[in-house]
């Protein structure tokens, strides 16, 4: 009994001794490093929490393919030429969250992940690389389904990387002011299946067709496989226009729809000048082909950017 009782008072001993250590370890130093001050601030139509130093300045960077109307930035010290959190519209009739702009600049598609805001939801691509621009960038898209996207940019040089953190850390407070979002971003798995499938079908034939027609040079045979193509177009178009989307990606599927229904007229006008032996009709209905085709591929471009791969 009276060793129990030891034993139980040693233990307590113990304890206590690492609670005060504990205790010293995190508040030994609390008057050297002492939180930085934070205040809610009103930067453009969003409010945000950021630290006191991260003050207004009078212009951001420019982000090259980053057209921000009326941009509102803050920066250390008010000093935006290293380190910024930009705010502001991207203008409105874009099928995607990003502009095709910046997307040209980019040397891959970006990858889209939905992240929780504190009455929203955003789209986030991290790490973007743009040529002529030095800065580690993070853009957040926050969509308006009946009006101009909120656009976010946290960037900073690799001499101010700490600041990108502090950045995100300001974009995680941000709300929206004048704009309630009822709508998720996430992408939906079922519609997702049924996208892959019609889009897989025509890729697999349009590659295989492709290929066999770039390596005959007998105009009848081109013919026969443009009006192919142009059948397997107009069937994926007509399977487009029977799916419901989710309301977020209805611009991107309409914008794909009409994509493809282009490249189905540019394979019909392909067909029909390889029957006429016509070769300048056939040369501009080749060119035809080839922007069409384009189009299709930047429309399938937009939905990877709302996290449909």
Known sequence: MFEANRLRTAMAVVLVAVAIVGYLAGHGHSAAAAPK?????????VLVDAPADWQQAAAPSAIPGLAIVRPVVLAPQGDAAETGFVT????????????????????????????????????????LSIPGFARQLTVYV???LGGVPTVVACY???RASVDTATCERIVATLTLVGHSQSYDLTPEPGYARQLSRIVGSLDAQRAVLRREMHQLAVLSTVRQLAARLA??????????????????????????????????EAYVALA?????????????????????????????????????R
């Open 272 to 308: 029909d000048a390889a029957g006429a032996r016509n070769p300048s009709l056939y040369n501009a209905a080749r060119a035809q082909v080839d922007e069409a085709e384009a189009g299709v591929d930047s429309a399938l471009e937009t939905f990877a950017t709302l996290g449909y």
């Open 156 to 158: 900073a040089s690799s």
């Open 37 to 45: 001050k934070i205040r809610s601030v009103l930067v453009g139509t």
């Open 88 to 127: 502001g519209q991207l203008p409105a009739g874009q099928a995607g969250p990003l502009p095709s702009q910046l997307l040209a600049q980019l040397p891959a598609v970006p990858h889209a992940e939905v992240v929780n805001l504190v009455e929203s939801q955003a789209y986030r691509y991290a790490g």
């Open 231 to 264: 059948e397997r177009f107009a069937n994926t178009a007509t399977s487009l226009a029977l799916m419901e989307p989710p309301l977020v990606v209805s611009r991107a599927q309409a914008s794909l729809k009409s994509a493809i229904s282009q490249a189905h």
């Open 142 to 144: 926050i969509p308006n």
